[in-house]
């Protein structure tokens, strides 16, 4: 148990820099059975799906629902759904360079996720689906949010780069400007010396000049 | 004679990190499954071309490796990550 706290203390997500899991919401710290088989007759599994954006709203709901209907069909219950929404691809898809995303997880039969996943294959509106059985003791993360999370602190973080690249090159032009200020009155107190000293010479022959009338006093 | 083998681990030094110090960041939070959906988190382990990074570069320990790799393949099924750049 105290190794557990200690534990939650150490991590902490946002602090921490390097190439770090910070999404993995499943870590011995939060073991929750949050996804535990109601029976032992029925598994959880995770359903990915991948259809194209270039669908009004009602072709939209019409493609999610054909797929929510195959899991029904099935006997599934489901358990969490999470919709994506449009997301840029990393390769095109049959012309598809962008795609929406929708995660579920349904309560099913082992025996039937075969069927469901035919049904998925043949499916017209559908791209790519991947169907998973999560681990035990998975916990459900909305991915949609941490991603768009994710997004923003880029975003901060880049910001904060250009920030500081401005003040780096202000700096730079007011240490120039400095430089080039202290060098322009150098130059001046360069030049104005020696016609100060002049003027000294003049002062003193001038003074030269009143000491010989004062000896002829 | 003396500073010969002296140089030699010098270069030996150079070339490559002591092991001992490269830490997994997954062991370090107890991960006990990295998620093919957390885009975030696997594209650091991805390189230019889209290939899996060698633990060799990473520090990953060879359990989360594997982990991690069933996780960037399906991603890339799903075209979340790229197969090749």
């Known amino acids: ?217 | 004679m003396a500073s010969a083998p002296h140089h030699h681990h010098q270069k030996q030094q150079q070339r490559r990190s002591d092991p001992r110090l490269k830490r997994c960041p997954f062991c370090e939070h107890n991960t006990l499954y990295i998620d093919y959906k957390d885009y975030p988190t696997l594209k650091p382990y991805t390189d230019y071309f889209g290939n899996t990074r060698a633990r060799y570069y990473t520090g990953v320990c060879l359990k989360h490796q594997k982990m991690l790799r069933t996780a960037i393949e399906r991603a890339r099924f799903m075209g979340m990550l790229a197969y090749r750049k």
């Not at chain 1, 909305?142 to 700096?171: F, G, I, N």
Request: aromatic fraction near 6%; include cysteine; proline fraction near 6%.
């Open chain 1, 1 to 217: 148990m105290q190794l557990d706290g200690r534990n939650t203390l150490l991590y902490i997500p946002a602090l921490a820099d390097s190439p770090l899991p910070s999404g993995t919401g499943f870590t011995h710290e939060s073991r929750m059975p949050s996804l535990v088989p109601t029976s032992e007759d029925v598994q959880i599994y995770e359903i990915c799906v991948l259809y194209p954006p270039a669908l009004n709203q009602k072709e939209e709901q019409g493609v999610l629902k054909e797929v929510e209907e195959v899991f029904t069909d099935a006997g599934g219950k489901q358990v969490s759904k999470d919709l994506w929404g449009r997301r840029g691809l990393a390769y095109p898809i049959k012309g598809a360079k962008e795609g929406n995303f929708a995660v579920y997880h349904y309560e099913m039969d082992p025996l039937k996720v075969k069927e469901t996943d035919q049904q998925l294959r043949i499916m017209k509106g559908v791209l790519r689906h991947l169907i998973v059985k999560p681990p035990k003791h998975y916990q459900i993360v909305k991915y949609s949010e941490a991603y768009e999370q994710w997004l923003k602190s880029r975003e901060t973080a880049e910001e904060e780069r250009s920030k500081k690249k401005e003040e780096e090159v202000q700096e730079k032009i007011a240490r120039k400007a400095m430089r080039q200020a202290k060098m322009t009155t150098e130059r001046k107190k360069a030049a104005p010396a020696p016609k100060v000293e002049s003027e000294d010479l003049t002062q003193k022959i001038d003074e030269l000049i009143a000491g010989d009338s004062l000896d002829t006093i």
